[in-house]
Structure formats: structure tokens, C-alpha cells
């Protein structure tokens, strides 16, 4: 497995500090947030997954603890929109240039509004997806927030 991604490669060229952890990716998992937090060893909530929605019909992503489900209102809520749903893999891999598993906020082909669950900016380190399945990068969640430009917001249910 490659250990560079454009996700890594993005978090380089911006000079964000983080570490690359891999795992073996299970596709077979019901949850594959929760399976990547119980391959590294990390509690869930320091585990964040990478969603790709859309709010009035635009694209947005969404970062939340992966033993969270997100709220639909309040993700709408958090850019200023009427409603949320969840995109299809088929569109959210084609819009970020990742497989599904595999889909990191770092690097997307097209960039689009981001959100992170301000709950998550309370930890020391969280792990996010890095561009590819069974691939981590661990870095300091406020450093994450500024390089995706995301908004913090009361994402989850």
C-alpha cells in the first residue's frame, strides 16, 4: 500500500504535522469507521469519518466521530441551508477522486464547503481518512479545521 496520497500529499505541501497509519481495511464491515477504530486500537470518537452530502442540492463534506450519526437538519443548518441528504458513492466518487472507504476530506478533486463536528476539536489528535481504504492520517483536529478551510459546527444526532 502507498503511503502517499493527494490526501498526504496536500497535508505536506500545506505544512500540516501529521503521522500516516495503516490498518487492514475490512470491506466486508457494517461501519467502516468503527473497523478502522478497533484496527488501530483508538476510541471511535477520535476516529472521524469522511461523509460526502449535499445541502440544497450542493455538495458539501462532513467530518464526524465515526460512532456518530449525523443529523441531517443540523448539518443543513450549519451552511445555512433548508435541507441534507446524503450524496451517492457513485456521485461522492466521482466529486472527490476517492473510492468509497477511501474518501478523505484532504485533496478532493473539487474542493467543496467542509464541516467538522466542533466536538471533535476538543480531542489532542484524531485520526482521518488519507485518501485511501485501509489508510489514517493522525494530526491535531484544529490543524485539520484550517487546512480544509471547514466550519465547526453541531453536526451529529
Known amino acids: 500500500m502507498s503511503k502517499t496520497t493527494r490526501a498526504t500529499q496536500t497535508l505536506a505541501k ?24 478497533e484496527a488501530l486500537g483508538e476510541d471511535p470518537s477520535r476516529v472521524l469519518k469522511t461523509l460526502m452530502a449535499e445541502v440544497d442540492g450542493k455538495p458539501v463534506c462532513c467530518i464526524v466521530p465515526s ?33 468509497v472507504g477511501g474518501i478523505s476530506p484532504f485533496g478532493q478533486k473539487k474542493v467543496v464547503p467542509t464541516a467538522i463536528e466542533e466536538a471533535a476539536l476538543v480531542e489532542t489528535q484524531v485520526y482521518i481518512n488519507g485518501g485511501q481504504r485501509g489508510l489514517q492520517v493522525r494530526l491535531h483536529p484544529k490543524d485539520a479545521q484550517t487546512a480544509l478551510k471547514a466550519i465547526a459546527a453541531p453536526l451529529i444526532a
Not at 74 to 99: C, I, Q, V, W
Open 67 to 99: 460512532d456518530r450519526e449525523v443529523s441531517m437538519k443540523k448539518l443543513a443548518a450549519a451552511f445555512g441551508g433548508k435541507s441534507a441528504n446524503m450524496m451517492k458513492p457513485a456521485d461522492a466518487e466521482r466529486l472527490t477522486g476517492y473510492h
Open 14 to 37: 500545506g505544512g500540516v504535522s501529521f503521522t500516516v497509519h495503516s490498518y487492514d481495511y475490512d470491506p466486508g464491515a457494517e461501519r467502516v469507521g468503527l473497523q478502522a477504530a
